[in-house]
């Protein structure tokens, strides 16, 4: 960045960072993984595998099974086997291996996490920091439920049998375990489909699980793309179906489980209105939207893609907004240095591109900060669209990038009023220092999760999901356990 | 970037002429290296380290206006800062009020440190905020708020003097002042996070931090400086380290 003009600040002629980067020497990928079922690794029915690729460097990591609805019914028969011994397990059973697997995954965690950034490009700060040490929470969380289920829900706790469940790559292993934590702690049994460009550890999780000594079938982890889904949901001995992923496909399984005995819970999109008062603390209020926004690059449902900033404090917000953006690093995910990494797979970054020249032709104004991005990869950088409204479609729709677009409001219930003027319905955020203003602005929102004064804060014992179109059914919590329920 | 100190009752001559020479001197066995910013002492010692650091280009700060509490009046504080900068002093730091910060009374606060900024003259200002006596982070961005308005050149957060001193986050606050005011006027304010300072590793996290929040023209010591005078030593320690590879013990870096 050139200087421009007197009083900006120089943040690269002076110190910079040297490479810091996390050793993968100690981790163990094969080249080729088959799939789980019953216990044990098989090959696919249809010999089929794809490329799992790091897109950080767009390097091959392994070659993952592609499983078919051959292979989707033998792991719905496995599960169907295992589900009567599994339900009937005492519950302090069951709590055993659910334990024994939340500290293994705590013991290989530098393991899970380097993986985690590999196959996914997230930074490895977040994978170590947040992603697995939440995964093995979930476990440990719901481990602790599995023996006192009666208690919680005296009314009846019966599992509902076979749970085939869906999860997004945007969170690889902490969907597998939001998933698979409630649904085994309730007594059922699991066919686990990975999405395509980020099975690596989940199947990692599936060597745990035999390592656990887990009975034969109750977990069981079938990788491939949205047809390997698609025969998941419509198999007819599966109880229920829960869905992690986009509006689009959510709507389709809704389609086909309609008219059907299946359950159904769905985690879709979101465009989070991320609300900043006058009376906020601004620098605090600045690294939340920063976290909002640009937390694995974007890539989150509930990220804080649409920034409503009261107009008298606008103008400050934007500046210390840019400022801290221009220090970002952008880059190698592996280098404990990096904030933001690499876009998940080529295919989403053209859809972010897609909206970045969407944006430009609605004429919004764009910034982005002057670094260099690595030349090898899938990169995008952090942005902010400004002088955006409620009419433009880069503020309509999901565009799971680091793309931020900021509109202003005059009061509170104006912004109230636009944060709901959307489909989705996921999560919000405020920002304010009037605690009045809080349970005004957190009562009136209509998505799932508002934060107050934080953003992306994520507990096993907190309630996570979504209204509207960002889908039904909670998970976290015991709310989370009761949808794995009768 | 360091300012070596000594505020002791007991101060002599002796004890600050041995300062000044380590200040000048700080290993021997180590070439080019560069010297400390600045030697702190007490007014009544400012001829002493004037004379010991002549040529040195180190300058010599003397604590003011009744340190470490400022519990005195303002006539008092005025004669005690024009004492030291008759001395020779380059450099005051003062105490803010803190009694009647903490009463509510930011406007004599504010006149005070413009009042002793008068008597300063030619030489600079540090106004410490002794945040370990003040009550929150809105506080510590107040009373810096202040201190840059009444014509602080430096904020410094600690007079060393009691347990809380300085902490990574108090002193972010600081420099989020110092860089609003920045913002606001162009004008650019130093900081000086004092107390408690010990290591390398820590002062790295310190710099770090400056160099995120207000970028390379602050990473000199014309606008950032360490109040720590055990952390030279640290420093001395680890230069020593990546040339030879090896720790050596403490009894080979001087203690004065």
């Known amino acids: 960045m050139a200087k421009k003009q007197s009083n900006e600040f120089d943040f690269v002629s002076g110190w910079t960072y040297e490479p810091a980067p996390e050793s993968s020497d100690h981790i163990q990928l094969k080249k080729q993984y088959d799939l789980f079922i019953n216990g044990s690794f098989s090959r696919p029915a249809a010999g089929s595998y794809f490329d799992s690729v790091n897109p950080a460097t ?84 719901y481990a602790g439920w599995t023996d006192k289920l009666s208690e919680a829900f005296p009314k009846g706790a019966e599992p509902l049998g076979v749970v085939g469940q869906i999860i997004p790559w945007n969170f690889p292993l902490l969907m597998a375990s939001w998933k698979l934590a409630p649904a085994l702690a309730a007594g059922n049994t699991v066919v686990l489909k990975p999405a395509e ?65 299946k359950k159904l819970t769905l985690e879709l999109g979101g465009k989070a209105a991320h609300i900043i008062c006058r009376d906020a603390a601004i620098d605090q209020a600045v690294e939340g939207i920063v976290n909002g926004i640009f937390f694995n690059q974007g890539h ?44 998940n797979s080529q295919a989403q970054l053209k859809t972010i591109r897609h909206f970045l020249d969407l944006g430009k032709k609605e004429g919004a104004l764009i910034y982005q900060p002057e670094r260099a991005l690595p030349k090898k990869g899938n990169w995008c950088a952090p942005t902010l669209f400004l002088e955006t409204s409620q009419s433009h479609r880069i503020v309509q729709e999901e565009i799971f990038g680091p793309v931020l677009t900021v509109q202003t409001f005059r009061s509170v219930d104006e912004v109230i009023t636009k944060a709901n003027n959307t489909p989705y319905g996921l999560s919000a955020g405020v920002w304010t220092q009037k605690g009045a203003k809080i349970f005004e602005l957190t009562q009136k929102l209509k998505a799932g999760v508002v934060w107050a004064n934080t953003y992306n804060q994520f507990d096993a014992a907190s309630p996570f999901g979504g209204y509207k179109e960002s889908g039904f059914g909670r998970e976290g919590g015991l709310h989370g356990l009761k949808e794995y329920l009768k | 970037m360091v300012d070596l100190t000594t505020l002791e009752g007991k101060d002599t001559p002796g004890k600050v002429k041995q300062l000044c020479y380590k200040a000048q001197h700080l290993h021997e066995h180590y070439q080019n290296l560069p010297t400390v910013a600045a030697v702190c002492v007490y007014p009544t010692h400012v001829k002493t380290a004037v004379e010991a650091l002549k040529g040195s280009g180190i300058n010599v700060a003397a604590v003011a206006t009744y340190f470490p509490s400022g519990q005195s009046s303002v006539d008092v504080k005025i004669a005690d800062t024009k004492f030291a900068v008759d001395e020779g002093a380059t450099e ?165």
């Open chain 1, 58 to 141: 767009d390097e091959v990591l392994s070659s993952i099974a592609q499983a078919n609805s051959t292979d989707v019914d033998s792991a719905v028969t496995s599960a169907r086997r295992a589900f009567k011994k599994w339900s009937t397990l005492p519950g302090k059973e069951r709590a055993k291996y659910l334990f024994r697997l939340a500290r293994m995954i705590q013991e290989r965690a530098r393991e899970f996490a380097v993986i985690e950034t590999l196959d996914g490009g997230k930074p490895i700060r977040e994978s170590r920091d947040i992603d697995i040490p939440l995964a093995a929470q979930h476990f440990f969380y």
């Open chain 1, 197 to 261: 460009t980020t099975s690596l550890t989940a199947l990692k999780l599936a060597e745990l699980i035999q390592e656990c000594g887990f009975p034969e079938g109750v977990v069981n982890i079938v990788t491939g793309d949205g047809s390997t889904g698609a025969a998941i949901v419509d198999h007819p001995d599966i109880n229920k179906i829960a869905f992690t992923g986009s509006t689009e496909v959510g709507k389709l399984i809704q389609r086909s489980t309609a008219g059907t005995a």
């Open chain 1, 300 to 343: 989150v449902c509930c990220a804080g893609s649409r920034l409503f900033v009261q107009e008298s404090v606008a103008e400050e917000v934007i500046q210390k907004l840019k400022l801290r953006m221009d220090t970002l690093i952008v880059g190698d995910p592996m280098d404990k240095n990096t904030d933001v990494g690499a876009i």
């Open chain 2, 92 to 256: 005051i730091d003062m105490v803010i009020s803190r009694g009647k910060f903490l009463s509510g009374e930011y406007q004599y606060v504010h006149d005070e440190i413009a009042t002793i900024k008068e008597a300063c003259g030619k030489a600079h200002l540090k106004v410490i905020l002794e945040v370990g006596e003040l009550d929150t982070y809105d506080d510590v961005r107040k009373a810096s708020d202040i201190a840059i308005s009444a014509g602080a050149d430096f904020i410094k957060t600690s007079t060393g003097k009691i347990p809380k001193a300085a902490t990574l986050p108090v002193t972010l606050v600081m420099l989020y002042a110092i860089r609003d005011h920045y913002l606001k006027t162009g004008v650019k304010i130093g900081m000086k996070p004092a107390g408690g300072i010990s290591n390398s590793k820590l002062a790295l996290h310190y710099l770090v931090m400056v160099q995120e929040i207000l970028g390379s023209d602050w990473m000199s010591p014309d606008l950032f400086r360490f109040g720590a005078s055990s952390l030279a030593n640290d420093v001395l320690m680890q230069l020593v380290k990546q040339d030879t590879g090896v720790y050596q013990s403490m009894n080979y870096f001087s203690l004065d």
